[in-house]
């Protein structure tokens, strides 16, 4: 899979986020809640749960994950 290909499938993910962690991990997270803003683009909070499985060495393996998680 090409960087391409792995954003075209990012921009169809809304709500999903590829978030860093303090150890140099990456993963995609979907799942989570956040205020709906009245007047987008705009200030927001987001939480998310993720998976110790969900989390990966690059951000093209986290990308590459979530992928095959969702096919």
Do not use: Y
């Amino acid at each position: 899979m090409n960087d391409t290909e792995r954003l075209n499938w990012l921009e169809q993910k809304q709500g999903g986020a590829v978030i860093s962690d303090d150890f140099g991990s990456w993963a995609f997270a979907a799942d989570g809640m956040q205020n709906i803003p009245d007047d987008p683009p705009a200030d927001t909070w987001t939480s998310f749960f993720i998976t110790k499985a969900a989390w990966k060495p690059s951000i093209r393996a986290a990308i590459d994950d979530a992928i095959k998680r969702d096919s």
